[in-house]
């Protein structure tokens, strides 16, 4: 299939219709696929922040579409306690501050030359349409079918536009062999690739987390970078009980200690390293401290542990 403007691949290489089973909100009410509208709902409050880090307009079309989410609040008035509120206030901020680090590192890659965007579990991240991409830019966004069909309806109702003539979703499971479903796409190995997988590899067994990372090197021309999240070690009961859990678990249904792989996380970094990338590790206060706003640390911290990953293939 040649590179074409928001087509939706599912296994069965059809493509994705708005309008049928699947584009629902329904299929995106429980699950893993439900993170995603978390994510979404925290991009639409911040978008609404005088000081935002990052602005979605497109966020709060999606949570709206899901009948799950429907009493989560899109606006920082609808959340009384502010960024003390553990859920859409510290967690949301950590979204939103994520969202931001990425967007930049995405976009200094395309800067550097890279003419292909890969999100890899991209949810309703909505970068395809609101950032500014070269003419020239393909951008592969992979999910399962259902959580795409579902992004690609709301898009259709409200007539969004990508920002790059080359936007294309690839309806796959990551823990199987998606290589050959991007490359039918259009993907070219032989080009520089920006990565990203942005809240992903919790969710993978560390197997398909190593197959995915062997995956990436071996699809990656020299010049390409991946930026990820990773989380170092287990946290501990003090932190697993963490209000940031609990408060998530407790009004939004999603139990993100139970959807978490009990797997012991892969050491990536060093597994790139061995494929000859360079890397370095950041915690997100550091972009608190770069962007002069986002969530500070905290005694028996849920962030404690998190590392945005940045890499690059020589
Ligand atoms: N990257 C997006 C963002 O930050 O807004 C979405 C993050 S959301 C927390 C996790 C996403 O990973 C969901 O959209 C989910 O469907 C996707 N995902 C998890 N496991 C997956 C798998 N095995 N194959 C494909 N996608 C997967």
């Known amino acids: 299939m040649s590179v074409g403007a928001t087509e939706t691949l599912d296994p069965a290489g059809t493509p994705g219709t708005p309008g049928t089973p699947g584009t629902d909100g329904h299929a995106v009410a429980e699950g893993v696929a439900l993170t995603a509208v978390l994510v979404a709902a925290a991009r639409a409050i911040e978008t609404h922040r005088p000081d935002a ?5 497109y966020a709060e079309h999606f949570v709206r579409a899901v009948p799950a989410a429907a009493d989560w609040p899109l606006h920082p008035q609808d959340v009384p306690a502010g960024e003390a509120d553990p859920l859409w206030g510290r967690l949301g ?6 969202t931001r680090a990425l967007d930049d590192q995405l976009l200094r890659a395309v800067q ?3 003419r292909q965007v890969v999100l890899l579990g ?7 349409y609101r950032l500014d991409w070269p003419s020239d830019c393909a951008l592969y966004e992979i999910d399962r079918p259902e959580v795409l069909a579902f992004k690609q309806g709301v898009l259709d109702g409200i007539e969004a536009r990508p920002t790059t003539p080359h936007r294309v979703t690839v309806g796959t499971d990551l823990r199987t062999d998606w290589a050959q479903a991007l490359t039918d796409a259009g993907f070219r190995p032989d080009r520089p690739t920006a990565w990203l997988a942005e809240g992903l590899l919790l969710y993978l067994p560390g197997t398909a987390e190593r ?3 062997a995956t990436v090197a071996r699809l990656s021309a020299p010049g390409s970078t991946l930026a ?3 989380k170092l070690g287990i946290e501990s009961a003090a932190v697993r009980a963490n209000p940031v859990y609990t408060a998530t678990r407790d009004r939004t249904g999603i139990d993100l200690l139970a959807l978490f792989d009990a797997d012991p996380r892969p050491d990536t970094p060093a ?4 494929h000859g990338w360079s890397t370095t590790d950041h915690t ?4 608190t401290r770069h962007y002069g706003r986002g969530p500070l640390p905290e005694p028996d911290d849920t962030l404690a542990a998190n590392r945005w990953v940045f890499a690059v293939r020589p």
């Open 122 to 128: 991209a949810g309703l991240d909505a970068r395809a």
């Open 271 to 274: 597994d790139l390293r061995a």
């Open 228 to 230: 990820y999240e990773a």
């Open 284 to 287: 997100p206060f550091e972009f």
């Open 211 to 213: 197959e995915l990372f």
């Open 93 to 98: 901020r950590y979204f939103a501050l994520r």
């Open 53 to 57: 880090l990052a602005r979605d307009p």
């Open 112 to 114: 550097l030359g890279a």
